[in-house]
């Protein structure tokens, strides 16, 4: 059974930066594509940035290009999300997030929070 443990997430000011971990275990890791998603207060989940098995078919939403960087380590079966110049938009749980044949599975996420 896949299991995430997510961790980083935290309360920090405008344009500060934090780095997101979720540690994978239940799965092979090493061929498996890789996503974080985040959810804010009354919005729906958002995809936010993904990376392919082998770290290739790397892609961010929009709103978090050029300020976030999702990378992984295989040998450690973890994913990060390295978030920079953060925003009060930004606020939200993030999770991490993989399918598995025709299932998801996702990390009980962990809470970012911008604020002055």
């Known amino acids: 059974q896949a299991q995430f443990v997510e961790s980083g997430g935290g309360l920090v000011q405008p344009g500060e930066s934090l780095r997101l971990s979720c540690a994978t275990s239940?799965?092979?890791?090493?061929?498996?594509?890789m996503a974080w998603h985040r959810q804010a207060p009354g919005k729906g989940r958002e995809l936010v940035a993904w990376?392919?098995?082998?770290?290739?078919?790397?892609g961010y939403v929009d709103s978090v290009k050029d300020r976030f960087i999702i990378s992984r380590d295989n040998g450690k079966a973890t994913l990060y999300l390295q978030m920079n110049s953060l925003k009060p938009e930004d606020t939200a749980a993030y999770y991490c997030?993989?399918?598995?044949?025709?299932?998801?599975?996702w990390g009980q996420g962990t809470q970012v929070t911008v604020s002055s």
């Open positions: 997030h993989t399918t598995l044949g025709f299932a998801d599975a």
């Open positions: 239940g799965f092979t890791f090493r061929t498996a594509s």
């Open positions: 990376m392919g098995y082998n770290g290739d078919h790397i």
